[in-house]
């Protein structure tokens, strides 16, 4: 469809069949086969570009493009989901992120979250002048360059643009708009959005700058400058602020201001406000046009700030942005993010698995965002403003990164880490509680995993919060008065078909599992400080994940309120919210990071425990309900959703590691980029955390429980990684003899010492190390195979 996409094409790999020899179980013989888009040898040739070079922001803007990856989603009239990520140019946990939008979020809800850009979508409706939400859909104003007639919004008028012209990089996006021949060149500071327009000749090069549906307030100030406050969709304390400042490089030749008047009975003329000269305006989509008189060439530029008042945000404006010098902001955009990326060198791979890694370890640092540099002023969330003695962060996402990415942020970033710990410590302060997300809690993970890697922070002043989150019926754990009471959380059972997409349940089964495993991370913070009452509470109810567990199916289970088994029950159906929490009973459970000893337990063993395990990556996904990003399938296992994240390295505790190394490279091989775009994503990114899986599984190692100091680990597609730890010291992975064939580990020494672990710990590198793998292309089965040297769990191992 798109002129690039032979381009793109030719850097996806071809696919050739695994050798009959591996087809040893269900679990192997269900990988199918392997990519050649692994790393070749260990001679291979260093990467030409530099990191900052490799990565490419438009990665995880696509979805899979293969039926038997995708499962049954979307529902009808619904887009597939793509990663959801955004090209936007943008600083590392950047408070502002000046994108690309083809998606009209203000008509429609296309897929999943409001993200703005879509790949597959083929016409530009405009530019965000800052993000404005998490995913940036909604974020304003909205500003696009049109030459000749224009259209106001919600109808907007759009572009088609070039797709072999479009180019994305960290700090920098750029795309021919065809319909208008002007060309739009994106990039950011912290605090504001740079926008280069190069029109050709016309009389009639105009900028529509506008608030989004709810609308506000819009002032042309002078002949440069216009300014606007939103009406609402901004909370007191978002980072984005709900005032702009938008100021042009040269005076416009003329403009107006317009809205939509929603109080015109029916439809077409009348409906909109649009009158020449006006300088104010309120209401829906309140916003300004300005037209300048331009030669072939020309550029215009627009730059854009925002506030929590007009001062604010004009003071942003000029302290950051001071003069028009476009090519001083990208490189000094370009260089912040070379800086981050640096920290971590691979040497091997193919360049798609190398552009790959960059992309993901790029989008592996979208949250949380920063809200104010120390000595910045910020508003907190009384609506206060202050001066930050500490760089402040917004919110985590405990559901999504708080598994996999605040770990990555922790080896490269700790004081980054230290003080997204105080942000969420001051925001406790402020409200009574920690924050937290979904049908878990979390907060605990981020502490507990700071404190056992070493990350020095004041741990007796946050655990009252965490314990208060635990402990109180009124506070974020929305069913804490149940689990409490009853050791498991029920369901109701909803009247018809429970079937997919039911949205109104407590996901009980799933929200117990959670809650134990946020139970087990505060029952260590308990024992560290001291408080054996509260470490023998809690972890006594780290072991309620057993109360969900039904044996005579074996498999975790909703229960009604009176303590039995929700019937019918299909384990391959995403409930959704229904006992689960979108994902099946099939991907829930192996929801016990803590205790894979004790589920091991539960069904009955270690062989019983690696046939399940077969048959959840071998069992054809045949449910009847969607859930919408329940895709990148392989059997019933779904890499787009968090859930089930961790099973492929749960054989680690088991002692068959060989199918992780199997499994592991074919998730990084099948699951991303394999679409015809070389950009599709499983699911949804969810702000960094499907990238982050990809960061460090295709290093070597995995966080199973981002709460413990463990890495599991898996097999590597680099000959060679040394990540730049954020205390100074070097971890280096070298995988000798590596190839696509050659993925299973045959030995391994740490240090100089020989190592039988699939797994080590923070403290075995914490002072830096070099683990040494010889690779092979049949498993060794001995290797890691020892109960003795599975990783530790709650339960131990009874011989």
Same mark, same amino acid.
């Given at each position: 469809?798109?002129?690039?996409?032979?381009?793109?094409?030719?850097?996806?790999?071809?696919?050739?069949?695994?050798?009959?020899?591996?087809?040893?179980?269900?679990?192997?013989?269900?990988?199918?086969?392997?990519?050649?888009? @692994?790393?070749?040898?260990?001679?291979?040739?260093?990467?030409?570009?530099?990191?900052? /070079?490799?990565?490419?922001?438009?990665?995880?803007?696509?979805? *899979?493009?293969?039926?038997?990856?995708?499962?049954?989603?979307?529902?009808? +009239?619904?887009?597939?989901?793509?990663?959801?990520?955004?090209?936007?140019?943008?600083?590392?946990?950047?408070?502002?992120?000046?994108?690309?939008?083809?998606?009209?979020?203000?008509?429609?809800?296309?897929?999943?979250?409001?993200?703005?850009?879509? =790949?597959?979508?083929?016409?530009?409706?405009?530019?965000?002048?800052?993000?404005?939400?998490? =995913?940036?859909?909604?974020?304003?104003?909205?500003?696009?360059?049109?030459?000749?007639?224009?259209?106001?919004?919600?109808?907007?008028?759009?572009?088609?643009?070039?797709?072999?012209?479009?180019?994305?990089?960290? +700090?920098?996006?750029?795309?021919?708009?065809?319909?208008?021949?002007?060309?739009?060149?994106?990039?950011?500071?912290?605090?504001?959005?740079?926008?280069?327009?190069?029109?050709?000749?016309?009389?009639?090069?105009?900028?529509?700058?506008? *608030?989004?549906?709810?609308?506000?307030?819009?002032?042309?100030?002078?002949?440069?400058?216009?300014?606007?406050?939103?009406?609402?969709?901004?909370?007191?304390?978002?980072?984005?602020?709900?005032?702009?400042?938008?100021?042009?490089?040269?005076?416009?030749?003329?403009?107006?201001?317009?809205?939509?008047?929603?109080?015109?009975?029916?439809?077409?003329?009348?409906?909109?406000? !649009?009158?020449?000269?006006?300088?104010?305006?309120?209401?829906?989509?309140?916003?300004?046009?300005?037209?300048?008189?331009?030669?072939?060439?020309?550029?215009?530029?627009?730059?854009?700030?925002?506030?929590?008042?007009?001062?604010?945000?004009?003071?942003?404006?000029?302290?950051?942005?001071?003069?028009?010098?476009?090519?001083?902001?990208?490189?000094?955009?370009?260089?912040?993010?070379?800086?981050?990326?640096?920290?971590?060198?691979?040497?091997?791979?193919?360049?798609?698995?190398?552009?790959?890694?960059?992309?993901?370890?790029?989008?592996?640092?979208?949250?949380?965002?920063?809200?104010?540099?120390?000595?910045?002023?910020?508003? /907190?969330?009384?609506?206060?403003?202050?001066?930050?003695?500490?760089?402040?962060?917004?919110?985590?996402?405990?559901?999504?990164?708080?598994?996999?990415?605040?770990?990555?942020?922790?080896?490269?970033?700790?004081?980054?880490?230290?003080?997204?710990?105080?942000?969420?410590?001051?925001?406790?302060?402020?409200?009574?509680?920690?924050?937290?997300?979904? @049908?878990?809690?979390?907060?605990?993970?981020?502490?507990?995993?700071?404190?056992?890697?070493?990350?020095?922070?004041?741990?007796?002043?946050?655990?009252?919060?965490?314990?208060?989150?635990?402990?109180?019926?009124?506070?974020?754990?929305?069913?804490?008065?149940?689990?409490?009471?009853?050791?498991?959380?029920?369901? !109701?059972?909803?009247?018809?078909?429970?079937?997919?997409?039911?949205?109104?349940?407590?996901?009980?089964?799933?929200?117990?599992?959670?809650?134990?495993?946020?139970?087990?991370?505060?029952?260590?913070?308990?024992?560290?400080?001291?408080?054996?009452?509260?470490?023998?509470?809690?972890?006594?109810?780290?072991?309620?994940?057993?109360?969900?567990?039904?044996?005579?199916?074996?498999?975790?289970?909703?229960?009604?309120?009176?303590?039995?088994?929700?019937?019918?029950?299909?384990?391959?159906?995403?409930?959704?919210?229904?006992?689960?929490?979108?994902?099946?009973?099939?991907?829930?459970?192996?929801?016990?990071? @803590?205790?894979?000893?004790?589920?091991?337990?539960?069904?009955?063993?270690?062989?019983?425990?690696?046939?399940?395990?077969?048959?959840?990556?071998?069992?054809?996904?045949?449910?009847?309900?969607?859930?919408?990003?329940?895709?990148?399938?392989?059997?019933?296992?779904?890499?787009?959703?968090?859930?089930?994240?961790?099973?492929?390295?749960?054989?680690?505790?088991?002692?068959?590691?060989?199918?992780?190394?199997?499994?592991?490279?074919?998730?990084?091989?099948?699951?991303?980029?394999?679409?015809?775009?070389?950009?599709?994503?499983?699911?949804?990114?969810?702000?960094?955390?499907?990238?982050?899986?990809?960061?460090?599984?295709?290093?070597?190692?995995?966080?199973?429980?981002?709460?413990?100091?463990?890495?599991?680990?898996?097999?590597?597609?680099?000959?060679?990684?040394?990540?730049?730890?954020?205390?100074?010291?070097?971890?280096?992975? !070298?995988?000798?003899?590596?190839?696509?064939?050659?993925?299973?580990?045959?030995?391994?020494?740490?240090?100089?010492?020989?190592?039988?672990?699939?797994?080590?710990?923070?403290?075995?590198?914490?002072?830096?190390?070099?683990?040494?793998?010889?690779?092979?292309?049949?498993?060794?089965?001995?290797?890691?195979?020892?109960?003795?040297?599975?990783?530790?769990?709650?339960?131990?191992?009874?011989?």
């Amino acid at each position: 469809m798109h002129t690039s996409l032979a381009r793109l094409h030719r850097h996806t790999p071809s696919i050739h069949n695994r050798r009959a020899a591996l087809t040893i179980t269900l679990a192997i013989s269900a990988l199918g086969s392997i990519g050649t888009g @692994h790393a070749q040898n260990n001679h291979a040739t260093p990467p030409a570009l530099s990191a900052v /070079d490799e990565a490419n922001p438009l990665v995880g803007t696509a979805p *899979l493009d293969k039926q038997a990856l995708i499962g049954n989603a979307p529902p009808p +009239g619904e887009l597939l989901y793509p990663g959801m990520t955004s090209p936007a140019a943008s600083l590392p946990q950047s408070a502002t992120e000046t994108a690309p939008v083809n998606v009209n979020i203000d008509l429609s809800y296309p897929a999943g979250v409001a993200t703005p850009y879509y =790949y597959g979508r083929p016409t530009m409706i405009g530019f965000t002048g800052g993000g404005g939400s998490t =995913y940036g859909g909604r974020g304003g104003p909205m500003i696009m360059p049109v030459v000749g007639d224009w259209t106001m919004p919600p109808d907007y008028a759009p572009s088609y643009y070039d797709k072999a012209s479009e180019k994305a990089s960290p +700090g920098y996006y750029a795309v021919d708009l065809a319909t208008f021949h002007t060309r739009v060149e994106l990039t950011a500071t912290q605090w504001t959005s740079l926008m280069r327009f190069t029109f050709p000749a016309s009389h009639r090069s105009n900028v529509i700058i506008n *608030l989004r549906r709810a609308g506000g307030d819009v002032e042309v100030v002078d002949d440069r400058t216009i300014r606007g406050v939103a009406a609402s969709g901004h909370s007191k304390n978002d980072s984005d602020s709900p005032w702009f400042v938008a100021e042009f490089s040269r005076p416009f030749a003329s403009f107006g201001t317009f809205r939509a008047n929603h109080d015109t009975p029916g439809w077409g003329l009348g409906d909109q406000d !649009v009158q020449a000269g006006r300088r104010t305006v309120s209401g829906s989509y309140a916003g300004a046009y300005v037209t300048f008189d331009t030669q072939a060439g020309e550029q215009v530029l627009v730059r854009v700030a925002h506030g929590h008042s007009a001062d604010e945000a004009e003071q942003r404006l000029h302290s950051e942005d001071p003069n028009w010098d476009f090519e001083r902001v990208h490189t000094q955009a370009r260089a912040a993010w070379a800086k981050l990326l640096d920290r971590v060198e691979v040497t091997g791979g193919t360049p798609k698995q190398r552009m790959l890694f960059y992309s993901t370890l790029y989008h592996s640092f979208a949250s949380p965002r920063l809200v104010a540099r120390k000595g910045e002023r910020f508003t /907190d969330a009384s609506g206060h403003v202050q001066t930050a003695d500490y760089d402040h962060y917004g919110p985590v996402p405990f559901w999504d990164t708080g598994r996999n990415q605040i770990v990555l942020l922790m080896l490269l970033e700790p004081q980054v880490v230290q003080d997204i710990m105080r942000s969420e410590l001051d925001r406790a302060r402020e409200r009574g509680y920690m924050d937290t997300s979904f @049908h878990g809690d979390h907060a605990a993970f981020l502490y507990d995993g700071a404190w056992q890697r070493g990350v020095p922070f004041d741990y007796a002043a946050v655990y009252p919060y965490l314990r208060k989150n635990a402990i109180d019926p009124n506070g974020p754990r929305g069913y804490l008065a149940e689990y409490m009471k009853n050791g498991w959380i029920s369901d !109701v059972v909803p009247p018809g078909s429970p079937s997919p997409p039911y949205a109104g349940g407590k996901a009980g089964a799933a929200t117990t599992l959670e809650y134990a495993w946020d139970d087990h991370a505060l029952a260590d913070i308990a024992r560290r400080l001291g408080k054996t009452d509260d470490a023998q509470m809690f972890l006594r109810r780290a072991a309620n994940y057993r109360n969900v567990f039904d044996p005579s199916v074996g498999f975790v289970r909703g229960r009604t309120a009176d303590g039995k088994w929700i019937a019918p029950f299909d384990p391959g159906e995403p409930y959704y919210n229904f006992m689960m929490k979108e994902a099946s009973g099939w991907s829930t459970l192996w929801l016990v990071p @803590h205790d894979v000893q004790g589920l091991i337990d539960l069904l009955g063993g270690r062989d019983a425990f690696n046939a399940k395990l077969d048959a959840f990556f071998s069992t054809p996904y045949q449910a009847k309900g969607i859930c919408r990003d329940c895709t990148g399938m392989i059997g019933e296992y779904v890499q787009g959703n968090q859930p089930d994240q961790q099973a492929a390295y749960l054989y680690a505790w088991s002692g068959q590691p060989w199918k992780t190394q199997a499994l592991i490279r074919r998730i990084l091989d099948e699951l991303y980029g394999s679409d015809a775009s070389g950009y599709g994503f499983p699911g949804m990114d969810d702000q960094g955390s499907t990238s982050s899986w990809y960061v460090l599984s295709a290093m070597g190692f995995y966080p199973v429980d981002p709460s413990s100091p463990d890495y599991i680990l898996g097999s590597p597609i680099f000959d060679r990684v040394r990540l730049h730890m954020g205390n100074g010291k070097v971890l280096e992975i !070298v995988a000798r003899n590596n190839s696509a064939q050659n993925m299973y580990i045959q030995s391994a020494a740490l240090n100089g010492k020989p190592w039988t672990k699939p797994w080590f710990s923070h403290a075995d590198i914490a002072n830096g190390g070099t683990l040494v793998l010889t690779m092979g292309s049949e498993p060794n089965k001995a290797w890691g195979a020892d109960p003795r040297d599975a990783p530790p769990s709650m339960s131990e191992h009874q011989p």
